[in-house]
């Protein structure tokens, strides 16, 4: 998006130096005045402008509440990541597990995975239970720029390998 505004300036930058025909004097002043703005564009477009998320569109956008609903109707709230969205780097998220009223003592397992790239992370996250269905989760370590999904499942704790559901939150971290 940010490109092909800096594109279309730029297109319409250059039109009067293609009209500027008029006289010496107006040829002279396009001919010093355009370039300068052509690089302060370019320049702009490289400092602020496209980033490496920018034409990804699998990713969510992080909404502090935001939830999910796994396929058996479990709702995974992302109560809050700190910081949020999730960076590049690492992330304390809290999430709250629902169905519909909140479920404490669960067992969750949270994955963060790059599809593009098929790894994850070896830094394991600790999950912390806290108070009406909620869970801490950190660090959630994204350390790779790119599309990352964060899968978080959750199980008994008495049958931690039955999984009762599971979401996946997909972030797009820059560098
Ligand atoms: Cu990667």
Same mark, same amino acid.
């Given at each position: 998006?940010?490109?092909?505004? !800096?594109?279309?300036?730029?297109?319409? %930058? /250059?039109?009067?130096?293609?009209?500027?025909? %008029?006289?010496? #004097?107006?040829? !002279? +002043?396009?001919?010093?005045?355009?370039?300068?703005?052509? =690089? +302060?564009? /370019? =320049?702009?477009?490289?400092?602020?402008?496209?980033?490496?998320?920018?034409?990804?569109?699998?990713?969510? $956008?992080?909404?502090?509440?935001?939830?999910?609903?796994? =396929?058996?109707?479990?709702?995974?709230?992302?109560?809050?990541?700190?910081?949020?969205?999730?960076?590049?780097?690492?992330? %304390?998220?809290?999430?709250?597990?629902?169905?519909?009223?909140?479920?404490?003592?669960? !067992?969750?397992? /949270? *994955?963060?995975? @790059?599809?593009?790239?098929?790894?994850? #992370?070896?830094?394991?996250?600790?999950? #912390?239970?806290?108070?009406?269905?909620?869970?801490?989760? !950190?660090? *959630?370590?994204?350390? @790779? #720029?790119?599309?990352?999904?964060?899968?978080?499942?959750?199980?008994?704790? %008495?049958?931690?390998?039955?999984?009762?559901?599971? $979401?996946?939150?997909?972030?797009?971290?820059?560098?």
């Amino acid at each position: 998006m940010q490109l092909s505004h !800096a594109l279309l300036a730029f297109t319409l %930058a /250059i039109t009067p130096a293609c009209k500027g025909d %008029a006289s010496p #004097t107006t040829d !002279a +002043a396009v001919a010093v005045d355009t370039p300068v703005a052509i =690089d +302060a564009m /370019i =320049d702009g477009a490289t400092i602020d402008g496209p980033k490496f998320c920018d034409s990804e569109t699998r990713d969510d $956008v992080y909404v502090p509440g935001m939830i999910k609903v796994g =396929d058996n109707g479990y709702a995974f709230e992302l109560v809050s990541s700190t910081p949020g969205p999730p960076p590049k780097g690492n992330s %304390a998220w809290v999430v709250r597990i629902r169905h519909p009223d909140p479920i404490d003592n669960l !067992a969750l397992t /949270i *994955v963060p995975f @790059m599809p593009d790239h098929g790894h994850g #992370t070896s830094v394991q996250a600790v999950i #912390t239970p806290m108070a009406n269905g909620t869970y801490g989760i !950190a660090p *959630v370590n994204l350390f @790779m #720029t790119g599309f990352w999904s964060v899968r978080i499942g959750i199980a008994d704790q %008495a049958t931690p390998a039955t999984e009762l559901d599971h $979401v996946a939150f997909l972030w797009c971290v820059s560098s």
